[in-house]
């Protein structure tokens, strides 16, 4: 569940030593420190230090924080209730941030499953690329230094995308292609009917998409695109996502 956001805004001295305090007690009291601001005028005889932090306010805060050394005043105690009401009835809703949060874990594939059960099958190729180069996106920030001195696909692949995707995946690279020999994010069909019928559902549109994000934030490599040129669930004997320079 989401917990109310606290904002404590004090006025301070200009000794590091308040700030220890302070986060100490916010801590004490069950609050959840996040970050802060230390906010000086020229000559420093004016310091406003700004808290926020999550949870519940106690009543004695204000009291406690007044006695802390070189506090001088508390000049205002807000405690705001998280304002998306989406994210308090569905705290794990198959967000591209929740992904991402439970990225490593089995949770992250469930949400991403739940997401594409939710699209129509005409709508799924398109949406499902797009969700997983958001993922991709947000997963490349871990390997911004790393994206910026690739100059090969096949390294970029085995540096970048396959850190990225962990335990997630088992792979082999050449030839600018990944080969699946395990992966989470696809299951093999069940009997001839289901391959009969199709399972566009469980194509690697997500995970294409993933590599698609991941490696298009490099400044140092051509723009690519991520072709599906086999699929265990077109009943393929393994996953192959072929990365081509884009036209
Ligand atoms: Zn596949």
């Known amino acids: 569940m989401n917990k109310p956001k606290v904002a404590i805004t004090l ?3 200009a000794n590091p030593g308040v700030l220890g305090h302070t986060v100490a007690l916010l801590l004490e009291s069950g609050l959840k420190y996040q970050k802060h601001r230390l906010v000086s005028n020229a000559d420093q005889s004016e310091n406003i230090l700004t808290l926020e932090a999550t949870g519940e ?3 004695e805060l204000q009291t406690h924080l007044i006695t802390i050394p070189g506090v001088h005043a508390v000049v205002k105690i807000e405690s705001s209730v998280v304002k998306n009401p989406e994210n308090i009835l569905q705290p794990e809703s198959p967000s591209v941030d929740n992904i991402v949060k439970f ?3 089995p949770r992250a594939i469930e949400l991403i499953q739940q997401f ?3 699209l129509k099958s005409k709508e799924r190729e398109q949406k499902s690329t797009q969700f997983g180069e958001q993922i991709g ?5 871990e ?3 790393i994206l910026f001195t690739q100059t090969s696909i096949d390294d970029a692949l085995r540096q970048v995308v396959v850190p990225a995707l ?3 995946v088992e792979t082999e690279i050449k030839n600018n292609a990944l080969y699946l020999i395990r992966s989470d994010f696809v299951n ?3 009997g001839k009917l289901k391959l009969l019928l199709g399972l566009d559902q469980e194509r690697c549109y997500v995970i294409s998409g993933i590599v698609q994000g991941l490696l298009n934030q490099s400044a140092t490599l051509p723009k690519i695109c991520v072709r599906r040129s086999k699929c265990v669930a077109a009943g393929d004997s393994m996953c192959v996502l072929q990365v081509d320079v884009a036209k």
């Open 11 to 13: 006025s301070v001295d």
């Open 116 to 118: 594409e059960s939710g």
């Open 143 to 145: 390997y911004t230094d």
């Open 57 to 59: 306010v106690s009543p």
């Open 103 to 105: 990225w490593q874990t």
């Open 166 to 168: 962990g335990n997630f």
């Open 188 to 190: 093999a069909p069940r």
């Open 137 to 141: 996106c947000l997963l490349s920030e």
